[in-house]
């Protein structure tokens, strides 16, 4: 299956879970945060899975990775990334802290595994209601590590490396705070296949 031969129709389609997950994790972040939040259109694109460590600045850059596992009938992983800085952003948004921190402790790293969480929750959620396809995701595990490094993990797990990927790209802001993620999700290719003919397009 050539990323370049997905047709538009399905691209709309990938778009439309991006916004009603998107949707889904501003109203459970709003009411974490108890204040409004606000999240951009997200950016929905299909990736080759070696092109994800360049658009996270290379496989040496220091990332934050929330990874949680899919299972059911859906098999893979859903990831959020953040470069440190945004990690630390978000980590003081979430506490409400006045004197920001410039490194992330361990109240730190629980608040973004809650949000990594949320947001990954959220857009499961909406691919399993467009997809008619049962979905279930792990507790997040949070990592600190070099982007290449943290890729790795689906390999090691299930002793695959995705072919395709799913990137939404999760802007939202909070009074002057903004923070940009970067959501992955990583199919085994049978379901990548699965989730494709369920929307309609194979």
Known sequence: MDVNNLNDMMIDILGEIGNIGSGNAVTALANMLSKRVDMNVPQVKILEFNEVATLLGGEENLVVGIYLDLDEEIRGNIMFMLDIESAINLSNMLLNREDTVEKLDDMAISAL????????????????????????VSVPSLAIDMAGAILSVPAIQFGYIADQVLFIETVFKEGDNTVKGNLFLLPDMNSFKKILSSLGVL
């Open 113 to 136: 595994s809650e949000v990594g969480n949320i947001l990954a929750s959220s857009y499961v959620n909406s691919l399993s209601a467009l997809t008619g396809l049962k979905i279930t």
